[in-house]
């Protein structure tokens, strides 16, 4: 048994060794290519998944979100509920946020949203907006007649670069109107406009909750949602929410996973099924490639498989010789593409790509990376073996007459 290995091997060497260095290297570059191609598109799909979920962390739920309980419109009693988060273990902050339907006009153009009322100091402790100010700055405590946008809903100029309805090109320090649904009408200073580049953060106008009161005309004690920063890296979020459910908070306590919309949650399957086709393709791709090449090769030896044969070689030692050159070939192509994929990574890791919705940085996925490269010695040695079992099946004679 041993010795039939040994023979198998040093007829794996003499094959490649007279199979040339150039033949060897494109061989070796295209099963290289190969896992690259099965291991770098899912890490750009997975860089971007993390980027749509870190936007949201940071800008539209927080760490964990409180929404009204079934049936109800509001979060109610804030005075009570507001210092009883910011006592439960594990809770850095939490901010309320109130939406009011308006429209806001900037000479001849208008957009209707609702205008989002916030404590700026708490907030600069639950979310990051302070940290994208485009232009402009943030919102102050006592800001009273300031309003801060987001880019989308300030628009440009040039409106036909525009994906929503805007304001044509708002600046920092034009005065919008802002006509409110219960009939107040202020005038605002725009303060900053924020660039999030997140779809949803980026349509936004933000007052200060004070300002908001004075719309109102009264002290307002409700709240649309409640967003709670956590200690991440000390605490799990899930703990913490456990937390605020003992303390008796009988709202709708949600961490950021389980706020997800559905269609967010189904798209993020949809990327990981192209994910898994996009595997299967470039298996295949490798099984075809590997199939052919040792088809040929094996083919253009038929005159010395046959001689192996006359002088006694078993069939198996021949089959097993042609499986060890392919993983061997496999095994310096991963090499090779492990070595690639992280070059690749670390480059666009110092230079991200950008997308529409971010900076995208590849997360490669170390375990299907591990899954995806024993699948593709498999398919390979299964590729390998079939064409050099075919050819050591043909007649001693047929075979050294090459016919």
């Given at each position: 048994?041993?010795?039939?290995?040994?023979?198998?091997?040093?007829?794996?060497?003499?094959?490649?060794?007279?199979?040339?260095?150039?033949?060897?290297?494109?061989?070796?570059?295209?099963?290289?290519?190969?896992?690259?191609?099965?291991?770098?598109?899912?890490?750009?799909?997975?860089?971007?998944?993390?980027?749509?979920?870190?936007?949201?962390?940071?800008?539209?739920?927080?760490?964990?979100?409180?929404?009204?309980?079934?049936?109800?419109?509001?979060?109610?009693?804030?005075?009570?509920?507001?210092?009883?988060?910011?006592?439960?273990?594990?809770?850095?902050?939490?901010?309320?946020?109130?939406?009011?339907?308006?429209?806001?006009?900037?000479?001849?153009?208008?957009?209707?949203?609702?205008?989002?009322?916030?404590?700026?100091?708490?907030?600069?402790?639950?979310?990051k907006f302070h940290e994208v100010m485009k232009e402009g700055n943030y919102l102050g405590s006592g800001?009273?007649?300031?309003?801060?946008?987001?880019?989308?809903?300030?628009?440009?100029?040039?409106?036909?670069?525009?994906?929503?309805?805007?304001?044509?090109?708002?600046?920092?320090?034009?005065?919008?109107?802002?006509?409110?649904?219960?009939?107040?009408?202020?005038?605002?200073?725009?303060?900053?406009?924020?660039?999030?580049?997140?779809?949803?953060?980026?349509?936004?106008?933000?007052?200060?909750?004070?300002?908001?009161?004075?719309?109102?005309?009264?002290?307002?004690?409700?709240?649309?949602?409640?967003?709670?920063?956590?200690?991440?890296?000390?605490?799990?979020?899930?703990?913490?929410?456990?937390?605020?459910?003992?303390?008796?908070?009988?709202?709708?306590?949600?961490?950021?996973?389980?706020?997800?919309?559905?269609?967010?949650?189904?798209?993020?399957?949809?990327?990981?099924?192209?994910?898994?086709?996009?595997?299967?393709?470039?298996?295949?791709?490798?099984?075809?490639?590997?199939?052919?090449?040792?088809?040929?090769?094996?083919?253009?030896?038929?005159?010395?498989?046959?001689?192996?044969?006359?002088?006694?070689?078993?069939?198996?030692?021949?089959?097993?010789?042609?499986?060890?050159?392919?993983?061997?070939?496999?095994?310096?192509?991963?090499?090779?593409?492990?070595?690639?994929?992280?070059?690749?990574?670390?480059?666009?890791?110092?230079?991200?790509?950008?997308?529409?919705?971010?900076?995208?940085?590849?997360?490669?996925?170390?375990?299907?990376?591990?899954?995806?490269?024993?699948?593709?010695?498999?398919?390979?040695?299964?590729?390998?073996?079939?064409?050099?079992?075919?050819?050591?099946?043909?007649?001693?004679?047929?075979?050294?007459?090459?016919?």
């Amino acid at each position: 048994m041993l010795d039939d290995v040994r023979v198998s091997f040093f007829l794996a060497v003499r094959a490649t060794k007279r199979g040339g260095i150039g033949r060897l290297f494109m061989n070796i570059f295209i099963i290289a290519l190969v896992l690259t191609n099965m291991i770098f598109l899912p890490s750009i799909i997975a860089g971007s998944i993390a980027i749509f979920n870190q936007q949201n962390i940071d800008y539209l739920t927080s760490d964990i979100v409180i929404e009204p309980r079934e049936n109800d419109m509001y979060i109610e009693n804030l005075d009570e509920l507001m210092p009883a988060l910011n006592r439960i273990p594990g809770v850095v902050r939490a901010s309320a946020w109130y939406e009011s339907p308006a429209s806001i006009q900037l000479e001849e153009e208008s957009v209707t949203i609702g205008i989002t009322a916030i404590d700026p100091r708490d907030e600069q402790e639950v979310t990051k907006f302070h940290e994208v100010m485009k232009e402009g700055n943030y919102l102050g405590s006592g800001d009273m007649d300031s309003i801060i946008l987001g880019r989308l809903v300030a628009g440009e100029k040039d409106k036909t670069g525009d994906f929503y309805p805007s304001l044509g090109g708002a600046e920092v320090g034009d005065t919008v109107i802002v006509d409110y649904s219960n009939g107040v009408v202020r005038e605002y200073r725009i303060k900053g406009i924020f660039n999030t580049k997140s779809w949803t953060a980026d349509y936004m106008a933000i007052v200060t909750w004070d300002e908001m009161n004075s719309v109102l005309g009264y002290e307002n004690n409700v709240a649309d949602k409640v967003l709670v920063k956590t200690y991440r890296n000390d605490v799990n979020v899930d703990a913490v929410r456990r937390n605020i459910l003992e303390f008796g908070i009988g709202e709708d306590v949600k961490t950021w996973e389980e706020s997800l919309p559905d269609a967010v949650t189904e798209s993020v399957e949809s990327f990981n099924i192209i994910n898994q086709i996009s595997v299967a393709g470039s298996l295949l791709i490798a099984v075809v490639l590997i199939f052919i090449m040792t088809t040929i090769r094996a083919f253009n030896n038929r005159k010395q498989i046959g001689i192996l044969k006359a002088i006694g070689i078993k069939k198996s030692v021949i089959i097993n010789s042609y499986v060890i050159q392919v993983i061997f070939l496999c095994l310096i192509g991963s090499l090779l593409g492990f070595l690639m994929l992280e070059m690749m990574t670390a480059y666009f890791t110092a230079y991200p790509m950008e997308f529409p919705d971010g900076d995208v940085i590849p997360i490669v996925d170390y375990k299907a990376l591990v899954e995806n490269t024993v699948l593709l010695f498999v398919s390979s040695a299964i590729a390998g073996y079939i064409p050099a079992w075919r050819i050591t099946r043909e007649n001693i004679l047929d075979a050294m007459r090459g016919v």
